[in-house]
């Protein structure tokens, strides 16, 4: 268990913006901004038209007004946690912009690789109603948006889930999964750290354990092992 002496104190005037996961809004990542705000960030979180804008847009509008925010504040680090889809428009941002040195990322369930039900459902009409642009842009394939863009720098964490609230989801996915993206697809080749928790893909981010690895990451570069304590 990742204890409150086991969390350095902040030094300095750190902001964490938050980026909601598809067709869901900012009220999805209440609870882990609450717990951010109680270790003493400043926090972003604000929504965006996620099923009605491509990623880059989000990138380049959406999540730029917000990084700008910060800059504005003073933010001397700009963390960014995201979950799901967010991780993909984040990384999509960093293909052109940067963040201030020191800044980490945790990325929460992201389909870094694709996902299997993209293949499957992105042709069907419900799919493309519901999910829009971006879900038509997070397939397996080699030219899926999350497998063509370039590789990003900087500390970034990495948290899945093995749990699925879905079984016929799970049956189209190989190997272990959180119900919409596999454990092997959530990684990303840069990543500082990896970890796999007990939690199922629409509500990983609310898990307890989630809430104290993003905190720890943010203030560590890296996630807590009980080995540690």
Known sequence: MIKAKDMPVLKTEEHVILLHGMAR???????????????????????????REPVEKIADKYLAAMVD????????????????????????YLQTQSLPKGSRIVMISPPNQGSELADAFRNLW??????????????????SLPNSLKQVSGEIGVITGNRTLNPFFSWLI???????????????????????????????????????????????????????S
């Open 25 to 51: 809004s900012k009220t999805s990542m209440g609870k882990l901004e609450k717990c951010l705000a109680g270790q003493g960030y400043s926090t972003i979180n604000e929504g965006y038209p996620s099923t």
């Open 69 to 92: 925010k910060c800059r504005a504040a003073g933010a001397e680090k700009i963390h960014i946690v995201t979950h799901s889809l967010g991780g993909i428009v984040v990384r999509q």
């Open 126 to 143: 419900i799919y493309k109603w519901i999910n829009g642009p971006c879900g038509q842009v997070l397939g397996t394939e080699p030219e």
């Open 174 to 228: 190989p190997g272990e999964d959180d119900g919409k993206v596999s454990v092997e697809r959530a990684k990303l080749p840069e990543m500082t750290d990896f970890i796999v928790v007990p939690g199922s893909h629409s509500f990983i981010m609310n898990h307890p354990e989630v809430l104290k690895q993003v905190c720890f990451f943010l203030k560590t570069g890296r996630f807590f092992n009980r080995r540690d």
